[in-house]
């Protein structure tokens, strides 16, 4: 298993577009609102957390150190 840094703020942003997708997804299997209501938000919650579930996802597993440009790809692919 490899060690991965992340700061503050990309963690908060991984647990969020997480929690949105679960709200989502949870939106849509209660009966809490109308069904249309529950629809709209529902799929709303379960795009955006799909759609940034991108960028967090290259955030996590991004060979590139933050901040730097990758010059020589051993120090951006370590070897085993």
């Given amino acids: 298993m490899r060690d991965r840094v992340l700061s503050v703020p990309e963690l908060g942003f991984i647990v969020a577009t997480r929690g949105m997708l679960g709200a989502g997804?949870?939106?849509l299997l209660s009966d809490k609102l109308s069904a249309p209501q529950r629809r709209a938000v529902g799929w709303t919650l379960v795009a955006i957390g799909a759609v940034t579930t991108i960028p967090a996802a290259m955030a996590v597993f991004d060979p590139v150190p933050p901040g730097?440009?990758?010059v020589d790809p051993r120090s951006c692919y370590p070897q085993r």
Avoid: M
């Fill in 25 to 27: 997804v949870g939106l």
């Fill in 68 to 70: 730097g440009i990758c």
